[in-house]
């Protein structure tokens, strides 16, 4: 069976964030979106249109000198325009390390993500690595 294409274009972006494909990413959320990151640090809060987004993620691979990694576990449609995806997230920053898992809930319209809501199992951990 194929792919639901909200997995297929979920999983496209991932790999291009692991790749560090910005270009790609850019290809596949829309101008207006926003990705909601939790927690009460630096690299936490709304980051809103596409522009923001991306100087967010770039931000990610700098302050972790490469390091950060979101393996992907598994991704879940409604086949109404959302899907979850799930990961396992690692970086080392400072001396610190963080392993935790989270997922990404994705409102999609069309061919394009319009809404990011990141949820991780583990806030006060996150909240210390990124601080």
Known sequence: MAEHPHAALVRKGFE?????DMDTLRGLIAGDATHHVPGDHPLSGDFKGLDSIIEMYERLGAETNGTMRADLIGICVDGRGHAVG????TAQRNGKTLDDTGCIIFRIVGDKVTDLDECVEDIDKNNEFWS
Request: charged share 20%; glycine share 12%.
């Open 16 to 20: 291009a964030f692991s790749r560090g």
């Open 86 to 89: 799930m990961t396992r997230f």
